[in-house]
């Protein structure tokens, strides 16, 4: 499969309601908007239907994006990750060296939007740092500003 995107069972389903949502609710919104600017006059002088045109483009680019996506998902299953290692779908809990925060993240894929804060994505630095490590393993994590930061990994489920 080509440019594989490998996400949870979870995040699939968000982008499908997501996509579907787009596609009925949004872009009926859209069209609405767009037929009540064109009965405003001279279209070239119309902030609303310039508006609602420029709307109706980022909807249909993001449908595109999300249909891309889904066509080269592959839903990681619970049975298929590797019991007590790190991956996309794991629930593992860090311990943070120097001050000894505890923290719990679930790893997503990063094509997954979430704005839980209890998410980190495969593609952030813990995240990416955390991938294939199993409990016991002290991992250590360069943050953008170059500093480093070393967690020790408790549990993965």
Sequence with gaps: ?????????????DLVKELNELKTTRRAEISEKIRIARGFGDLSENSEYDEAKNEQAIVEARIL??????KNVKIIEKSEANKGTVSIGSF????????????????????????????????????KALLGHKAGDSVMVTIPSGAK???????VE
């Design 92 to 127: 593992v809990t860090i311990r943070d060296v120097e001050f000894g925060d505890e923290l719990t993240y679930r790893i997503i894929s990063s094509v997954e939007s979430s704005s839980d804060m209890t998410t980190i994505t495969d593609e952030s630095p813990v995240g």
């Design 1 to 13: 499969m080509a440019n594989e995107i490998i996400m949870t069972k979870e995040g699939y389903d």
């Design 149 to 155: 930061i070393e967690y020790q990994v408790l549990k």
């Design 65 to 70: 994006t999300l249909e891309n996506q889904l």
